[in-house]
């Protein structure tokens, strides 16, 4: 179905291409999963397939991509509008009108299709995706999934063999993930589309994929193969892969249920091990009181309230995970802690101070704030530059943020601009921008979005010296495996209230929605990661020699 | 590609009628269009003579016992005298218009000559009868000021439009075919009677007299404006997403 | 008889009857600086918005438009009330203090205010407002975008790039306002020009992205796939409908300015119409594109269409016959009621009964409770 024959991808003004040499063949009917670091080139990959590189991204392509015995460098993407559907990161920014129905049937205007045949199809795209319900609702107004699966169906009303999806789940919420990967596997499974799809975080999807291609990026050769054979010394794994590894599972397990099928006798040796706490250890010689304290604090935009009474304390040295349903009211009760938002009744306290009331530089140094799109805090043209006004706008001794930067970050050039930094860069960019003042709280909202696993184990390694210097960590987040990883107490918050509140495996080792696999594989016992269950085993090794 | 090569004749024939009909519109427009104005020329009376005022009313600040001068007419564009009041102004004098009135100390008597203009230059109606007045203002009044003591003047834009509502709409109206009018003959102008010099108090409610009438359809239109924005109100409550 | 033509079928209205109802509204306001009809118009867009939006996003718009008409009376009162000399009549509400300004600027700050001038400004800034409600009720009633669907296969390019324009523009604001809040994160006041350059680099680059992101998800998608005919042909229709709207434009500027010499009217608006329709009528042969689900185009849009031009009609005919009710002869008379164009502005509040209701779905009462919240 998909060919790809000796291609290689080279941009204008890059030293070495993108991809090189690449040859794999993607036959009809399979779930192909496509992963990598950011940046390695995945994205070119995907939007090789239906030619929008080279057509609509320049650079040059050498080698031939065959697509339905199509040749892209003959075919626009709109000559392979009906063969290949394309659907990118963010659903919101592909639309085109602003009613469901009418986005379903953009595409089928475009190739001209007879009214009946639009009307027809249209229909049966809102049964398939299950979005009947929807039809005459503005697209401003769906959740982030129902958004992703109307994205999903207005390219398959064309009718397309194959699908191509650039991190379909990247923004959403477990469940709101959980409900697009189904109906994909459902394209799969019932019509026989041939789907393409890039994703960092393989623990939601790697189960269902018939294929891995990994793009190692450096412009190594590409590998594919069956998920298990490729998943055996990825640098990238799901933690029930590398619970398999670490197990020494054969072959290795990928969903829940494999792992936990084999798990009786790990479970067994583990009996006995105590789990680490996942609490936060005193943080030594400072008064360890509380950063952060609210009281009763409601929140709201006009007449409805986002946050409803929420009463909570937050400790040096901490690291609290905020979670729950998109909309749920996370950002919102980050937006108060920094003052960008007065609550409506209530206290807040942030290091003695009252948030909204304090000047733009003297909030800095007791709050700071990595926002969702960490590009937001930034605005210099060098990284240099950008870590010099840092530390004028935090009146500190210049360098200062520099030096941070490159703790967290090694090895950047201060010329780059921060737009050609990868997401994890940019991440800790804006972190040591925050840190740079020493603000006693550090809110992160969202840190993982399109973070791969690498920037996340660094991520992780960061915050946990931060808390162990003494700041306060909050972050919200919908990774669960980073929250089993670092958490040392969840929150969860619906519908604007405090639900949950309690050391991380009291909270997420019972819920279906947050609790870790590993947590799901060796329930009831309450491990969290591999490498906790990992390190256990080493230990009772070497005591028991 | 029969169609096509038809397409592109048709078109181009299309667009070459396109630009005759342009290019004849722009020379007929412009053959005419000498173009004049129709608006009230404004005037001062120095030394027994009118003189075209350099500035707008309300940047001018006559003196006590001067005369000020409105007249309406066309004039055209190369024109830089106006067109001046048909006022004698050996009969039509300060003392003749403001002999009678009375000032304060902290006020001054300004004469005002309005000359409505011609039949020619008035639409389909007859101009009001020209007429002199005596305003007595504050001491700082400017000369529009003066002006609304004695007339109501419709304002649009900074614009003096019309005076004592006429003309009834537009504003410098413009004229094809104008010409610059000259040697007109005096007409008679109607001064204030003794007994009858207006205070500082602007022309009466032209419909003064017949209030109840004006006021009922008002009142009619007060409530279904309220009645009608309280519906839209009670309907948009009823909705209430909003 | 088809359903359509019902005016109890419940259905989406087409929005091209909507704005053409809301047209004439506007263009009946524009002839007039009499409140009373001003005033009536406001009401009556008001009420039909009320009576007949749809719980859609753009649908709340009217309010917004609302506070921008308060906003321009009010910045109309300030500037030619308070802060000019010129335009004050003889009866004086209050003076306050003057600062001197050499005179011969025109402004004046403080000093005498009078009630000719503030009712002047009032009336002026009435009628700028009364039109933008009228836009905005035509906004919140038919979608500006799905208006755009209905543009002739020749303009569908300008269409495209509408659509996107409005996309961008209200989130431009909202990009602008989360890039401040997060600058007041690093300390940074927002105020000054160098706030305005900090700010402009992450929002335009946003942006920017997001339009290439658009553009690459519509190319995916078969945009201008079946629009492949001749460079020369496509100038030709492009010129032929631009020049007939332009003729359309000056057509119609010289109708309502009323003051242009006679060509400039009628003749240069059917001249316009002619060639915009030709060049249309080529324009659509070249598109293969297709339309679903068009609204249709029955008696209701007749209806309400009929209803938004009876009132301009009826102004335009108030005009001619009694110029003085509509345009004051002094701004402090009791306006007078033109009973002819309230008549007629009182026909346009029909479509709140006229224009179909909405179908259940889209009624604001009958919002799914269960609906999921936006990202707060």
């Known amino acids: 179905m998909i060919t790809f024959d000796h291609v290689s991808v080279t941009f204008a003004d890059a030293p070495a291409p993108v991809l090189r040499d690449v040859n794999l063949t993607i036959p009809e009917g399979e779930l192909c999963l496509v992963i990598g670091r950011t940046g390695s080139g995945k994205t070119t990959l995907l939007r090789a397939i239906n030619g929008l590189v080279p057509h609509f991204s320049g650079g040059t392509l050498s080698g031939r991509v065959l697509v339905d015995g199509r040749d892209t460098r003959d075919h626009r993407p709109r000559d392979l509008a009906d063969v290949v559907g394309f659907v990118g990161q963010d659903p919101l920014s592909g639309f085109v009108t602003d009613v469901v129905e009418d986005e379903l049937a953009y595409g089928m205007e475009s190739l001209g299709l007879p009214s009946e045949v639009m009307r027809k199809r249209v229909e049966e795209t809102l049964d398939l995706l299950g979005l009947a319900e929807l039809r005459h609702r503005p697209l401003t107004d769906l959740s982030g999934g129902q958004q992703q699966r109307v994205a999903i169906g207005s390219v398959l009303t064309t009718h397309p063999r194959i699908l191509v999806l650039d991190e379909p789940t990247s923004a959403l919420d477990p469940l709101a993930a959980e409900e697009v990967l189904a109906t994909l596997q459902r394209l799969v499974h019932d019509l026989g589309l041939t789907v393409v799809l890039a994703e960092h975080r393989l623990e939601r999807v790697v189960q269902y994929a018939d294929r891995v291609v990994l793009v190692p990026g450096g412009a190594r050769p590409v590998r594919d193969g069956s998920p298990e054979e490729v998943l055996v010394d990825s640098p990238i794994a799901p933690p029930v892969v590398e619970l398999g590894r670490v197990a020494g599972w054969q072959p290795l397990p990928l969903s829940v249920r494999d792992a936990r099928r084999k798990a009786g006798a790990l479970r067994a040796q583990l009996a006995d091990l105590t789990e680490p706490p996942h609490t936060a250890e005193p943080v030594a010689g400072s008064t360890a009181g509380p950063v952060a304290v609210t009281e009763h604090l409601v929140a709201g935009y006009g007449q409805t309230p986002v946050l409803q009474g929420i009463s909570t304390t937050i400790s040096a040295g901490e690291i609290v995970a905020l979670m729950g349903r998109n909309g749920a009211g996370k950002s919102t009760l980050l937006k108060t802690l920094v003052g960008m938002k007065r609550p409506s009744s209530g206290r807040v306290h942030v290091d003695g101070q009252v948030p909204a009331e304090l000047k733009p530089r003297d909030l800095l140094r007791h709050v700071g704030l990595v926002p969702q799109v960490p590009a937001d805090l930034l605005y210099e043209s060098t990284v240099g530059r950008e870590c010099t006004q840092a530390d004028k706008d935090a009146g500190v001794e210049s360098g200062t943020t520099r030096a941070l930067f490159e703790r967290l970050s090694p090895c950047v050039d201060p010329a780059q601009h921060p737009r050609d930094l990868s997401e994890g860069q940019r991440l800790t960019l804006a972190l040591a921008i925050v840190l740079a003042a020493e603000p006693p709280l550090v809110l992160l909202d969202e840190p993982t979005r399109g973070l791969d696993y690498t920037a996340k184990h660094r991520l992780v390694e960061i915050l946990r010296d931060l808390a162990a210097a003494g700041h306060g960590i909050v972050l919200a987040t919908h990774d669960v495996e980073l929250v089993a990883e670092v958490a040392t107490r969840v929150l969860v918050i619906a519908d604007g209230e405090l639900v949950a509140d309690g050391s991380t495996p009291d909270v997420v080792v019972s819920s279906p929605a947050f609790a870790p696999q590993v947590a799901k594989i060796l329930a009831p016992q309450r491990w969290l990661t591999p490498t906790d269950v990992a390190l256990a085993l080493a230990d009772a090794e070497t005591v028991s020699r | 590609m029969a169609s096509s090569t038809t397409l592109r004749r048709s078109a181009g024939v299309l667009i070459s009628l396109f630009v005759a009909v342009f290019v004849a519109a722009g020379f007929s427009g412009t053959a005419h269009a000498v173009d004049g104005y129709k608006f009230w020329n404004y005037f001062h009376a120095t030394d027994g003579a009118w003189a075209f005022s350099q500035k707008g009313a309300s940047a001018y600040e006559p003196a006590d016992g001067t005369i000020e001068g409105y007249r309406f007419g066309t004039t055209t564009a190369n024109d830089t005298d106006g067109l001046p009041p048909r006022a004698d102004l050996a009969e039509v004098n300060f003392e003749t218009i403001c002999g009678a009135a009375e000032a304060d100390v902290d006020q001054k008597r300004v004469g005002v000559v309005i000359d409505y203009g011609t039949e020619a230059d008035a639409e389909d109606t007859t101009p009001p009868a020209p007429r002199a007045e005596c305003a007595v203002v504050d001491a700082d009044a400017n000369g529009l000021q003066v002006l609304q003591a004695v007339a109501n003047v419709r304002i649009e834009n900074s614009f003096s439009c019309a005076i004592d509502g006429y003309p009834a709409q537009g504003c410098g109206t413009p004229v094809a075919d104008a010409t610059d009018t000259t040697g007109e003959q005096p007409v008679a102008f109607e001064l204030p009677a003794d007994e009858t010099v207006e205070e500082t108090a602007p022309a009466a409610d032209p419909a003064g007299d017949d209030g109840n009438d004006l006021l009922f359809p008002l009142v009619l239109a007060g409530v279904v404006v309220v009645a009608l924005g309280a519906g839209a109100f009670a309907l948009n409550r009823r909705n209430p997403d909003a | ?376």
């Not at chain 3, 009401?43 to 918005?49: K, R, S, Y």
Request: glycine content about 10%; proline content about 7%; some cysteine.
């Open chain 3, 1 to 376: 008889m088809r359903p359509q033509h019902l005016v109890t079928f419940p259905r989406n209205l087409h929005p091209g009857a909507w704005w053409l109802w809301a047209l004439g509204l506007a263009a009946a306001a524009s002839r007039t600086q009499n409140p009373v009809p001003l005033l009536l118009i406001l009401v009556v867009t008001g009420f039909v918005v009320a009576a007949r939006r749809s719980n859609a996003p753009w649908a709340k718009s009217y309010g917004a438009f609302l506070k921008l008409a308060l906003i321009v009376i009010a910045i109309r009162i300030v500037f030619q009330a308070v802060l000019s000399s010129g335009s004050q009549g003889p009866t004086v509400l209050f003076t306050l203090p003057e600062i001197p300004v050499p005179s011969d600027t025109g402004i004046k700050l403080g000093g005498i205010i009078s009630l000719e001038a503030v009712l002047r400004a009032f009336y002026e800034g009435l009628q700028l407002a009364t039109i933008l409600c009228c836009i905005g009720a035509a906004n919140s009633l038919g979608s500006a975008r799905r208006l755009l669907r209905y543009v002739p296969g020749a303009l569908y390019e300008i269409g495209v790039a509408c659509v996107i324009a409005l996309t961008f523009a209200p989130q431009l604001v909202t990009d602008a306002g989360r890039v401040r809040a997060a600058h007041r994160l690093r300390g940074q006041t927002s105020r000054g020009l160098g706030s305005l350059k900090r700010l402009a680099m992450p929002v335009l680059e946003g942006a920017l992205d997001r339009s290439i992101e658009l553009a690459a998800a519509m190319d995916s998608r078969g945009y201008g796939r079946t629009t492949d005919a001749g460079r020369v042909s496509r100038r030709v229709t492009g010129l032929l409908v631009f020049g007939g709207l332009l003729g359309v434009c000056v057509g119609v500027y010289g109708l309502l300015a009323g003051t242009s010499a006679g060509w400039v009217g009628l003749p240069m608006l059917l001249g316009g119409c002619l060639l915009a329709a030709v060049g249309m009528f080529f324009g659509g042969r070249r598109t293969g594109r297709t339309k679903y689900r068009p609204d249709p185009w029955a008696l209701p849009e007749w209806l309400v269409t009929g209803t938004g031009l009876a009132a301009a009609v009826t102004m335009f005919v108030a005009v001619e016959r009694t110029p003085a009710d509509l345009f004051l002869a002094s701004v402090t008379q009791v306006p007078p009621v033109p009973l002819l164009a309230c008549a007629g502005i009182l026909i346009a509040i029909a479509p709140a009964f006229l224009a179909p209701p909405l179908p259940r779905s889209d009624r604001p009462q009958t919002a799914q409770p269960q609906q999921l919240e936006v990202a707060a």
